[in-house]
């Protein structure tokens, strides 16, 4: 990715990133000349246009043929969301299909920026062995779903929507920017699950916009009316320090997990947040970094055995 922030997160190493790896004209002398002049003198349309750029849609994220097999066993399935339809599918135990007894308790897993559902695959594997229904879906803006730009907001959105469409969750496993969305939706009061665990999750949209402000050289005007047209589209404070202090009220069970040398999203954002989170616990890593650390199998491991209980035995 050419810019490593993200509407709320960012990229990932290689393929994962929150921003988009090849998204066109981010370098451009001529863009950053633009930036700078309109900075000075037009700041609050200045200010649009970043917002403009930095939650347009990412460069699509690859599907294999491997992976494609492999969705040949799913139920494919659409949901619309303000005006929007999201492109998702579900995994089921031993094949079965909705609506069919011991159908499974439901899983939500959701990617981060530059992502896709199909990224997640190997978490999703595991978790329906142990008899899990796991649904994925591409963001707004991502994959197969419609979309041009992605706010954390239509993050947030698209998440709650695709839950109330399956019902109860019995959890909700996040990576990058789909962990603020998840955040977010239940900040809102949205998402009905007993469980979260979020992967490398971003410490703030404010921090996100900075760095890919300044990648810009925006001026401090332009990066001003930048933070507070995203702080309108979001509905509530951006700051980390009001993001700490609202989840502070959140009872779900938490589980993060995070690399300590993740070059893209800050280790230290998932340290405080685990602390302000009742009950939350904290796994770190080393050397997995943003993206490859959703393979990694002691972590899915760790995943699945945080999710694979009842509620309230946590």
């Given amino acids: 990715m050419t810019n490593p922030h993200s509407p709320v997160s960012s990229r990932s190493n290689k393929s994962t990133n929150v921003r988009s790896q090849k998204r066109p004209g981010l370098k451009d002398a001529l863009l950053v000349q633009a930036v700078a002049v309109g900075g000075r003198v037009a700041p609050f349309e200045t200010g649009g246009l970043l917002v403009d750029i930095f939650t347009h849609a990412p460069q699509p994220y690859p599907r294999s043929p491997e992976v494609d097999a492999r969705l040949m066993f799913a139920d494919a399935w659409s949901v619309t969301v303000s005006g929007r339809s999201l492109r998702g599918f579900t995994l089921r135990p031993e094949g079965r299909h909705p609506n069919e007894e011991g159908e499974g308790p439901a899983i939500l897993l959701v990617h981060g920026w530059a992502g896709g559902g199909h990224q997640l695959l190997p978490i999703a594997r595991p978790l329906v062995a142990r008899g899990f229904s796991v649904s994925f879906f591409d963001l707004p803006a991502h994959g197969e779903s419609e979309g041009q730009h992605a706010s954390l907001r239509d993050i947030a959105d698209a998440i709650a ?97 995070h690399d300590q040398k993740d070059r893209i999203t800050p280790f230290d954002g998932s340290s405080a947040l685990v602390q302000h989170w009742p009950g939350a616990r904290l796994m770190a890593t080393e050397g997995l970094g943003h993206g490859r650390i959703l393979s990694e199998p002691a972590v899915i491991d760790a995943i699945v055995r945080f999710v694979d209980v009842p509620a309230g035995d946590v």
Wanted: glycine fraction near 10%; avoid cysteine; proline fraction near 5%.
């Fill in 161 to 257: 929507g695709v839950a109330a469409s399956l019902g109860h969750l019995h959890a909700v496993i996040a990576h990058s920017v789909g962990g603020a969305g998840t955040i977010l939706a239940l900040l809102d009061g949205r998402l009905d699950t007993d469980h979260v665990a979020l992967v490398a999750p971003p410490s703030s949209l404010e921090e996100a916009a900075r760095g890919f402000a300044q990648t810009l050289r925006a001026p401090d005007a332009a990066v001003s009316a930048m933070l507070a047209t995203l702080q309108g589209l979001v509905g509530r404070p951006i700051d980390r320090a009001s993001w700490l202090r609202d989840v502070a009220h959140l009872r779900v069970p938490l589980l993060v997990v």
